[in-house]
C-alpha cells in the first residue's frame, strides 16, 4: 500500500555527499531505500519533498545531486505537451466510471427444458439485456413474468455482480398422468377388427375372443343396470382388448419439386451495438432471396477488459430457386421412410403380421399404398355423459 501512496505521489532519487550522517538522521522520515553505488550514497524522496531535502542538505553540509524521478505525477509531466494522450486516459476512465450504470453481460445457468433465448425474450421484453440500464431494471417484476410466462419454473433468481447478472432457474419435473377412476367411461372399439383376446378389469364387457367389431361398437360398458330394479350404477369401465385389424395408408411425393438451393454466397450484416443504442454499420441492401442463418454478438475488449460495446453479425445465406426432377428410386426410399416413421408413431405396442406395399406412378407423382394386418389394442375410452 505504502508503495502504491509512493508511486501515485511520485518519488526522485538523489545522490548526496558530505556530512551525511547527520543529514540521514536528521531526514530518516522523509527518505528511503538509502543504498550506495559506485562509492555514492543514494535515496529517495517523495518528488513533493526534494526542496525541503536540498535545504535540509544545505544546513548539513552536504551537496544533493537528483538522479531521476518516477511514479505517476512523473509520467504526466513527461506527457503533459501530448494532450490527446492525457484526453484519452480521462475519457476512458470516464467511460469505465459511466459503463457501471449499464448491464454488460446476462448469464442463465440451471435450466434444461427452456432454452437460453426463451428466457432472453420475455428479460429482453422488460428491460434486462446488453447494454440497459441499470437504475430501469425491475427484478421482481422480471421474475414474476418469466414464472408466468413458463409454468415449469418452479424457483428463480437474478442476481447482479457488478456489471453483469445472473439468472439462476430451477425447472419442475414432469408428473405421471394420473388416471381418474371415478370418471364414469364406456369403451369402444378404435378400429374394425376380429377379437383375439380380453382381459376386463372393470365394467360390464360385451365381447369376447372370436368375434368380428365395427368401429364404434361399444365392447365394455360402464352402465349396470340392476335386475328388478329401475337403478342404474355407472362406472369407469377399463379392459386390454387385442383385435387383428386392418390398417390401410397412403404417402405422396411428387416426382419434380422445386427447391431453394444456396449459391454459397453470405451477407454479414453488422451492427454497433453502444449501451441501449443500435447503430448499423453495414449499408448493404440485403437480397431478397438471402434467408438469416444465425446471429452472434462480437464483444469489444480494450487491454484486455470486456467493454459494454458489442458489435452484431446477423449472417445470411444467399439462395437461388431452382427445379430439381427427383430420383424415382431415392422417392420410393424417402416414401418407405415416411411409412416407416407413421408406423412407430401410430403402432405403438402394436404387432405386424403382415405388410402390403405397393408403389404407383402418375405424370406428377410417386404413390406409395400400405396394407397393413396388425396385432394392437382397439380399446378406446369414452366418457358417460350423466345427466
Known sequence: ?????????????????????????????????????????????????????????ELK???????????????????????GIILGVFIFIFIMGVSNFFVWEVEVSGNVQLSDEQIFRVCDKFGLHSGSIVFNIDV???????KREFPQIAWISIN??????????????????IVDQSTPCNIVAAFDGEILSVEPYGGLTLVKAGDIVTKNQLLVSGVHEIENSNEVIYSHANAKIIAKVER???????????????TGEKQDKKTLLIFCFKIPITFEKTDESAVKSCEYVEPIELF??????????????????????????????MLMNDQKNWEIKELIGGKILCRDYIYEETENDVILKSKLMVEQQIGEKHNIDIK
Not at 501515485?8 to 522520515?29: M, P, Q
Not at 421482481?140 to 418469466?146: G, T
Not at 447482479?160 to 398422468?177: C, G, L
Not at 390401410?248 to 419434380?256: L, T, V, W
Open 61 to 83: 553540509g552536504c551537496f544533493v545531486n537528483k538522479r531521476r524521478e518516477g511514479g505517476f505525477i512523473s509520467i504526466l509531466k513527461r506527457y503533459r505537451f501530448r494532450l
Open 160 to 177: 447482479r455482480v457488478a456489471s453483469k447478472y445472473f439468472i439462476e432457474v430451477s425447472e419442475t419435473k414432469d408428473k405421471p398422468d
Open 248 to 262: 390401410n395408408n397412403e404417402f405422396k411425393r411428387s416426382k419434380c419439386v422445386a427447391r431453394s438451393q444456396k
Open 304 to 333: 484486455g477488459i470486456r467493454l459494454p460495446i458489442f458489435v452484431q453479425h446477423d449472417i445470411y445465406d444467399i439462395y437461388d430457386e431452382v427445379k430439381i426432377q427427383n430420383d424415382i428410386g431415392q422417392l420410393k426410399r
Open 1 to 57: 500500500m505504502i508503495f502504491f501512496l509512493r508511486w501515485i505521489l511520485g518519488w526522485c532519487e538523489f545522490s548526496i555527499e558530505g556530512n551525511t550522517g547527520s543529514f540521514f538522521y536528521a531526514a530518516k522520515k522523509e527518505i528511503w531505500k538509502i543504498s550506495k553505488k559506485d562509492g555514492v550514497l543514494i535515496a529517495r524522496c517523495l518528488t513533493k519533498d526534494y526542496k525541503y531535502i536540498c535545504k535540509l542538505a
Open 140 to 146: 421482481s417484476q422480471i421474475e414474476f413474468e418469466l
